[in-house]
């Protein structure tokens, strides 16, 4: 954790441990934090599975507060059963993370991580017209899977900043402050646009929401940006897809078991693989952190959530 933030938290708890390794808690390390300690700050890698709650059936543990927005590796309705409440950090990474899908949808389409590959080897035989040609992404169409805080940020920066035309689908119409279109499913969105960006929370709802037939429905220059959670996307499928060049590209920040990245997809030149920096500023995970010791102290106090889950 940032400095700040674990100051933020001895400011409000007399008794503060700080885990120093980094990789996620172990299975006696998750039962270990709920028998020992009255609150926990867990990462997305911490799996608070029905199960960690089966083998704690009366934690001490009172509050998982979450560092991060999303919360699908708790189970949270296990987590209320056994009187744990839980909490997130919506809003402080909605325009880091919206930065990310902008990058990594002109890093696709413009080839930005092949050229530097290329470069970086000494490959590059110097500038020629038809030379690494790739998709224009201005005036395109976009379009966002799942159109909630951070799909509306990404929409916002399509439209604005590159007059693309966006489409959208989402479990309800939005009110928006820029001009969208409401595909009626996830199939006719795949069919019409330049760009499928996924933007949906994790969970076994959208697990492998884009799968083999969404992909087959794309167009062959169309590009897929995921910057959800990475079994939102059916990773062999996609490979199958990029191998056979029956879409044009992907950028990926998330994968399905992270951290490892199958080589197949590495292998591959038409994907751009990023490892997980949709908030990867020091001014964003200190929001977050800070967001997260929020929910700490008015815990503390008796007070509401002000981010319950």
């Not at 867990?42 to 979450?66: E, H, I, W």
């Not at 009187?83 to 402080?92: I, L, M, Q, R, Y």
């Amino acid at each position: 954790m940032p400095e700040d933030v674990v100051a933020a938290a001895r400011a409000c708890c007399d008794d503060v441990v700080v885990r120093s390794e980094t990789l996620p808690l172990t299975a006696a390390e998750l039962r270990a934090a709920l028998a020992d300690f009255d609150i926990v700050l867990p990462t997305l890698g911490d799996q608070f599975s029905a199960a960690v709650f089966a083998d704690v059936p009366k934690p001490r543990c009172r509050l998982l507060a979450n560092f991060g927005v999303g919360y699908n590796h708790i189970d949270v309705a296990a987590a209320q059963s056994a009187g744990v409440a839980v909490s997130n950090t919506p809003g402080a990474v909605t325009d880091a993370t919206a930065d990310i899908a902008l990058m990594l949808m002109l890093m696709s389409a413009r080839r930005a991580g092949e050229g530097e590959r290329m470069v970086r080897s000494d490959d590059w035989p110097g500038w020629h017209p038809t030379q690494m040609l790739g998709l224009h992404m201005s005036g395109k169409k976009v379009g966002i899977v799942g159109m909630g805080r951070i799909g509306q940020a990404i929409a916002r920066r399509c439209h604005f900043g590159f007059g693309m035309d966006v489409h959208y689908v989402n479990r309800s119409d939005k009110d928006l402050d820029f001009p969208a279109t409401r595909a009626p499913d996830l199939h006719t969105l795949a069919q019409s646009v330049d760009f499928i960006v996924a933007a949906v929370p994790g969970g076994a709802e959208t697990r492998h929401l884009i799968g083999a037939d969404v992909l087959a429905a794309m167009q062959p220059h169309a590009h897929l940006v995921n910057i959800s959670r990475g079994d939102v996307v059916d990773e062999a499928a996609l490979i199958a897809a990029l191998q056979s060049g029956q879409i044009g590209g992907a950028g990926l920040d998330v994968y399905e078991r992270e951290p490892e990245v199958p080589k197949a997809l590495r292998a591959l030149d038409t994907v751009t693989l990023l490892p997980h920096l949709g908030t990867a500023a020091l001014e964003v995970r200190l929001d977050m952190g800070l967001m997260a010791v929020r929910n700490v102290a008015a815990f503390c106090e008796g007070q509401a959530l002000p981010n319950p889950v």
